[in-house]
């Protein structure tokens, strides 16, 4: 849940692009691989999300546009069971919830 520099850049873009359209909603869907429990997972994927939300908010997104969502290890993005899918798996997803 700690962003690296290359997310950091990637939210500063979105966090642009938010700034353009200000009445997009968002959803964040915290999401992780399948490694450990449920309960970890969820809360893993929690602060994903609560920690982009944050970084957003500090760039000057609104907190009343962003809403956060853990989906822990249940909704895979890349199916499989090797270090590449691991990879993949362990994100933040951005939704665009209304307009």
Do not use: Q
């Not at 869907?29 to 450990?36: A, V």
């Not at 000057?60 to 590449?84: C, K, M, N, Q, W």
């Amino acid at each position: 849940f700690d962003l690296t520099p290359e997310a950091r850049g990637v939210l500063a873009k979105n966090s642009s692009w938010l700034t353009t359209y200000p009445t997009v909603m968002i959803l964040l869907e915290g999401h992780c691989d399948e490694r450990n429990t449920r309960e970890y997972n969820l809360a893993l994927g929690e602060r994903r999300a609560n920690s982009v939300r944050d970084y957003l908010t500090s760039l000057g997104v609104s907190g009343d546009r962003v809403r956060t969502i853990s989906y822990g290890e249940e909704r895979p993005f890349a199916l499989g069971h090797s270090e590449e899918a691991w990879r993949l798996n362990r994100r933040a997803h951005f939704v665009i919830t209304a307009r």
